[in-house]
């Protein structure tokens, strides 16, 4: 696992707190580009409807992220279908990068969180909700 990977599953079990966590994926200098694609698969694989995607549990988590809802990224996922909006995230201009993983990382705290409620709550083979240490 990515020392980004172990922060995000970190943040999402809080086992890291969120802003900790958000701060310590920007000191490590990431690609927004990787990051980006890895935050997207886990918010896809996270959410239990596939053929949707927009369940209610991903709309909570967009209404709830800790930032202004007036900033381009959450004005976009609150817009447009995930894939839609996700395709436009991708192509926001640099600046809005931080503002971005924030939103995103936010998105799965709460997708994954739901998921090890329900359909992790009595086991489940992902090897992330069993092997992170907690931290504060």
Known sequence: MYQHEEIINKIAQDKINFELGTKLLEEEKYNF???????????FN????????NT??????INTIPLKPTYTSIVILKSFTPKIAFNKLAKLPKNENTKTIISLVWIFKVTDTERRNTECKNGCGHFWHQNLKHEN
């Open 33 to 43: 580009e990787i990051l980006f694609a890895f935050l997207k698969n886990y918010i």
């Open 46 to 53: 996270s959410i239990p409807d596939k053929t949707d995607y």
């Open 56 to 61: 209610e549990t991903y709309q909570n988590a």
